[in-house]
């Protein structure tokens, strides 16, 4: 998680730089091994990051989010959703109703809002609120998926095939492309969650997502720095990436050539 260098900051402390950062980092995580060949993880991948110690919020963030999909990736609103926190009775924190109406007034479809629990829409380094320790910062958050279209329902890894299709049912028709986490609360030792000293944001958005929406093709494989390897292994084997059970070896290889490399 790009954010363990800096929960000091989140707790209070002055950063350096300022109370605005923005950072690309380059990511390993292993935790996604096994997910690995599937048409949007990887091991290896580069986060874009933004954060505020204090400073802008809900509103300025979804602003500039909503700014950053629509027209610098020209990106269409209507092939947007994004997915607020519902709320919890037992956490003592309500229903995130701001982050919805941000998402409204700038243009994303009411339609295309919806709410989910901590299981879902909170972050921490631990994950969900009973997860979290004592003293670790955390948050409810607001993703934003690409929708791909829904002849995509029924793809090939859905484990939803009889549900109703929802940003969050792993269809394939979905992809996340980012998160806005609000970091907000810190975990005391009774178990309950206080307010941080200043309400603090938390962006990320993995950069082969993002390629991958702006192009509109569902397979991070296929955008730019992933094909190059791919057709690189095409030329070795002789094997074809769209050939039944071979378009998952070719991910798992391509993928584990980069996380190698870096």
Same mark, same amino acid.
């Given at each position: 998680?790009?954010?363990?260098?800096?929960?000091?900051?989140?707790?209070?402390?002055?950063?350096?730089?300022?109370?605005?950062?923005?950072?690309?980092?380059?990511?390993?995580?292993?935790?996604?091994?096994?997910?690995?060949?599937?048409?949007?993880?990887?091991?290896?991948?580069?986060?874009?990051?933004?954060?505020?110690?204090?400073?802008?919020?809900?509103?300025?963030?979804?602003?500039?989010?909503?700014?950053?999909?629509?027209? #610098?990736? @020209?990106?269409?609103?209507?092939?947007?959703? /994004?997915?607020?926190?519902? *709320?919890?009775? !037992?956490?003592?924190?309500?229903?995130?109703?701001?982050?919805?109406?941000?998402?409204?007034?700038?243009?994303?479809?009411?339609?295309?809002?919806?709410?989910?629990?901590?299981?879902?829409?909170?972050?921490?380094?631990?994950?969900?609120?009973?997860?979290?320790?004592?003293?670790?910062?955390?948050?409810?958050?607001?993703?934003?998926?690409?929708?791909?279209?829904?002849?995509?329902?029924?793809?090939?890894?859905?484990?939803?095939?009889?549900?109703?299709?929802?940003?969050?049912?792993?269809?394939?028709?979905?992809? #996340?492309? @980012?998160?806005?986490?609000?970091?907000?609360? /810190?975990?005391?030792?009774? *178990?309950?969650? !206080?307010?941080?000293?200043?309400?603090?944001?938390?962006?990320?958005?993995?950069?082969?997502?993002?390629?991958?929406?702006?192009?509109?093709?569902?397979?991070?494989?296929?955008?730019?720095?992933?094909?190059?390897?791919?057709?690189?292994?095409?030329?070795?084997?002789?094997?074809?990436?769209?050939?039944?059970?071979?378009?998952?070896?070719?991910?798992?290889?391509?993928?584990?050539?980069?996380?190698?490399?870096?």
């Amino acid at each position: 998680a790009g954010m363990h260098p800096l929960v000091p900051f989140f707790l209070g402390e002055d950063h350096p730089a300022g109370k605005r950062l923005a950072n690309i980092q380059g990511c390993l995580r292993t935790d996604d091994i096994d997910e690995v060949g599937d048409d949007t993880h990887c091991t290896f991948f580069e986060m874009l990051g933004n954060w505020s110690f204090g400073d802008y919020f809900k509103k300025d963030q979804i602003q500039w989010m909503y700014e950053f999909l629509t027209i #610098e990736l @020209g990106i269409k609103p209507d092939r947007l959703w /994004v997915t607020c926190f519902e *709320g919890d009775e !037992k956490l003592g924190i309500k229903k995130d109703e701001i982050s919805a109406r941000e998402w409204t007034k700038h243009g994303i479809d009411p339609s295309h809002i919806l709410f989910y629990p901590a299981k879902k829409n909170w972050w921490s380094r631990a994950g969900e609120p009973d997860n979290m320790p004592a003293g670790e910062p955390g948050g409810p958050d607001s993703e934003m998926f690409f929708d791909f279209g829904a002849h995509l329902m029924l793809h090939e890894n859905s484990e939803w095939r009889n549900e109703v299709c929802h940003p969050n049912c792993d269809c394939g028709r979905f992809m #996340e492309i @980012g998160n806005n986490v609000f970091m907000m609360y /810190v975990k005391q030792e009774d *178990g309950t969650y !206080k307010e941080l000293p200043r309400a603090n944001v938390d962006h990320g958005s993995g950069l082969e997502r993002m390629v991958a929406a702006a192009n509109d093709t569902p397979d991070i494989f296929k955008i730019d720095t992933l094909w190059a390897t791919i057709d690189e292994i095409q030329k070795k084997t002789d094997a074809i990436y769209e050939h039944g059970l071979l378009t998952r070896s070719f991910r798992i290889v391509a993928d584990h050539i980069r996380g190698a490399v870096f």
